[in-house]
């Protein structure tokens, strides 16, 4: 008797999802209330100094003792530094190659934390992935319902990485709201250095940080001789390949030429890449914020 094979569905993920508190080093310009201390004057926050009643007409705000006080007989307001929310966005690379191993799932628990990240702060989330064009299918606009952290994680844990390249990203990244937000760029970042550089120049507007995700056995200790079986991730090809030490040395050159070229476009673009190797670390990822 015959059959079909059937796949098997992966096990779902029971993790915990962490919630990371996260700072801003700048002053969102928004109008929503939130968590993030902002540019300008408002009615909200923390106090921030007293002012003339010309300069802050808001007779809401008078401070009766300071202005008992002025000899001058000025009366007085108080006014407060407002916090605001911003759109918390993370950018996932689903070309081929980043459904080497389990790579995947972790991108999936990486996405799911910055989401329960930002419903902590009041702050919206938006989900947006790519490969060769935008994936429509996985797009998530900015919004602060619950339940997210688990959707987004499922969302991914179950998307295809068949693509040939992720230059969908430079279309998705150029089709960002204008107004600045902080943005999870996810990707292994094996495409060429001109479409990397694209994607983070249509960025230009907001607060980046490439998340650089990595399988350490993809680059890992090669054999001096021996036969691999070699798999192109974005085209699917095989082929056999016999390592010599002359190849391997090449091999090992290639890969360090692209970790110099790499470091250098981010450099050269004031960001600070924050490293995914083999498996998501939360606390890894919150020093990393703490430190910029």
Same mark, same amino acid.
């Given at each position: 008797?015959?059959?079909?094979?059937?796949?098997?569905?992966?096990?779902?993920?029971?993790?915990?999802?962490?919630?990371?508190?996260?700072?801003?080093?700048?002053?969102?310009?928004?109008?929503?209330?939130?968590?993030?201390? /902002? +540019?300008?004057?408002?009615?909200?926050? *923390?106090?921030? #100094?007293?002012? &003339?009643? $010309?300069?802050? =007409?808001?007779? %809401? !705000?008078?401070?009766?003792?300071?202005?008992?006080?002025?000899?001058?007989?000025?009366?007085?307001?108080?006014?407060?530094?407002?916090?605001?929310?911003?759109?918390?966005?993370?950018?996932?690379?689903?070309?081929?190659?980043?459904?080497?191993?389990?790579?995947?799932?972790?991108?999936?628990?990486?996405?799911?934390?910055?989401?329960?990240?930002?419903?902590?702060? /009041? +702050?919206?989330?938006?989900?947006?992935? *790519?490969?060769? #064009?935008?994936? &429509?299918? $996985?797009?998530? =606009?900015?919004? %602060? !319902?619950?339940?997210?952290?688990?959707?987004?994680?499922?969302?991914?844990?179950?998307?295809?990485?068949?693509?040939?390249?992720?230059?969908?990203?430079?279309?998705?990244?150029?089709?960002?709201?204008?107004?600045?937000?902080?943005?999870?760029?996810?990707?292994?970042?094996?495409?060429?250095?001109?479409?990397?550089?694209?994607?983070?120049?249509?960025?230009?507007?907001? +607060?980046?940080?490439?998340?650089?995700?990595?399988?350490?056995?993809?680059?890992?200790? $090669?054999?001096?001789?021996?036969?691999?079986?070699?798999?192109?991730?974005?085209?699917?090809?095989?082929?056999?390949?016999?390592?010599?030490?002359?190849?391997?040395?090449?091999?090992?050159?290639?890969?360090?030429?692209?970790?110099?070229?790499?470091?250098?476009?981010?450099?050269?673009?004031?960001?600070?890449?924050?490293?995914?190797?083999?498996?998501?670390?939360?606390?890894?990822?919150?020093?990393?914020?703490?430190?910029?």
């Amino acid at each position: 008797m015959s059959g079909h094979a059937r796949a098997v569905p992966p096990e779902p993920d029971e993790r915990p999802i962490p919630v990371l508190p996260y700072g801003l080093h700048w002053r969102p310009r928004g109008h929503k209330p939130g968590a993030h201390p /902002a +540019d300008g004057r408002g009615g909200d926050g *923390a106090f921030q #100094a007293l002012a &003339p009643l $010309l300069s802050a =007409p808001d007779p %809401r !705000r008078i401070d009766i003792r300071a202005s008992i006080r002025d000899p001058f007989e000025a009366v007085h307001v108080r006014t407060f530094a407002p916090r605001r929310s911003i759109t918390v966005t993370v950018m996932v690379d689903l070309s081929g190659s980043m459904g080497f191993g389990d790579l995947k799932a972790e991108v999936a628990q990486c996405a799911a934390t910055i989401a329960a990240a930002a419903g902590a702060t /009041a +702050d919206a989330f938006s989900l947006i992935a *790519a490969d060769a #064009a935008p994936r &429509p299918d $996985l797009f998530i =606009p900015p919004t %602060r !319902r619950r339940g997210l952290p688990r959707e987004i994680r499922d969302l991914l844990t179950d998307a295809s990485c068949a693509g040939r390249s992720a230059r969908g990203l430079v279309a998705a990244a150029e089709n960002m709201p204008r107004g600045r937000g902080l943005v999870f760029l996810v990707s292994d970042f094996l495409m060429p250095e001109d479409d990397i550089a694209a994607v983070l120049d249509a960025l230009f507007r907001h +607060d980046v940080i490439p998340v650089v995700v990595r399988d350490s056995r993809a680059e890992g200790d $090669l054999p001096r001789f021996g036969l691999l079986d070699v798999i192109d991730a974005e085209s699917g090809r095989r082929r056999l390949v016999f390592m010599r030490p002359r190849l391997r040395a090449r091999w090992l050159a290639q890969a360090e030429r692209r970790r110099s070229a790499l470091e250098s476009v981010f450099a050269s673009r004031g960001v600070v890449p924050f490293f995914l190797t083999d498996r998501f670390d939360a606390d890894a990822l919150l020093d990393h914020l703490a430190r910029r």
